[in-house]
């Protein structure tokens, strides 16, 4: 019965295609913790090719009209078993943002992880990452865009994090912090730290895998941006900037053969955030991927 209902969960959550966010709209704490898919046995790795495509949606916030933003995305992500129960993560992606402002494309922020997996009595799996998101991508344009229209977040990043993992379950928590500010011309904007909480469940049916995961990000600090330049730089905290997102992520994955695999993913918002000004507010996505398998042992 609990592989019907869980079936069903995920069905639906990739069906409503009004409300979904693709992945969670988060500065990169959510590539943390996640349960890794294990396409075969014999193929342990894999690299990534995917599209997503979001809109900030066109529901006034704190950025009055200008927040009717699109986001389209090509990401190529390596997924590596290099060493026994250690993996290397690295992903990175292309990005075009279109708004009434104007449009920006360019590289990314890269990110690059490391997780090693400790088995315990075969069924257990404790795992502790460490990583970062090093500023990659472009942060300002010949127009002056504002944050919100940059490919890159414009802060080197550290991640941390640890997971638990029994059979078909999953627990995770994970921490970005944030070094120093944007040098974007217009906000200088300095984002808070988040805190990850997920948990999840996971199932097999034939070649497909199918999972479902309650994703809580918690910003711990409000957000701060430029006010005015005059007597020198004045920045201002922005009052809501750190309110909580909460999402159900739904994704499936199918085997097309020993060697590819694809797979599609979306989730439904409890909590939606308010304010806009790190261009991560997101009120429609979808994205879709296509993995090569490989064994690099």
Not at 32 to 60: E, R
Not at 182 to 211: C, H, W
Request: hydrophobic share 35%; glycine share 8%.
């Amino acid at each position: 019965m609990i592989n019907y209902a869980f079936a069903l969960v995920v069905i639906v959550s990739l069906s409503l295609p009004y409300k979904i966010i693709s992945q969670c709209s988060d500065a990169g704490v959510c590539t943390l913790g996640k349960p890794h898919t294990k396409h075969s046995k014999q193929n342990t790795s894999s690299i990534t090719f995917g599209y997503v495509f979001g809109s900030s949606g066109k529901d006034n916030d704190i950025n009055s009209a200008l927040n009717d933003l699109t986001f389209s995305s090509l990401k190529l992500e390596a997924d590596l078993d290099i060493l026994k129960n250690t993996r290397l993560l690295m992903s990175v992606p292309y990005t075009f943002v279109n708004g009434p402002l104007g449009e920006v494309n360019g590289l990314g922020d890269l990110t690059i992880a490391l997780t090693r997996s400790f088995v315990i009595e075969k069924s257990h799996t404790l795992s502790f990452t460490l990583g970062g998101k090093p500023r990659t991508g472009r942060v300002n344009s010949d127009d002056s865009l504002p944050q919100r229209y940059m490919p890159s977040l414009g802060t080197n990043d550290l991640l941390v994090g640890a997971s638990y993992s029994y059979t078909n379950y999953n627990v995770a928590v994970a921490y970005q912090k944030p070094f120093g500010r944007s040098p974007n011309y217009i906000t200088r904007l300095k984002r808070g730290d988040d805190l990850l909480l997920r948990a999840g469940y996971n199932q097999q049916f034939g070649k497909v895998n199918a999972k479902a995961e309650i994703l809580t990000i918690l910003r711990i600090q409000p957000s701060s941006v430029l006010a005015d330049t005059i007597g020198g730089e004045n920045f201002v905290e922005v009052d809501g900037s750190n309110e909580p997102q909460v999402n159900l992520l739904a994704a499936v994955n199918y085997l097309l053969s020993s060697n590819i695999a694809i797979s599609g993913e979306a989730a439904l918002p409890f909590l939606q955030r308010d304010y806009n000004y790190d261009g991560l507010k997101r009120s429609f996505s979808f994205s879709v991927s296509i993995a090569y398998l490989f064994n690099l042992k």
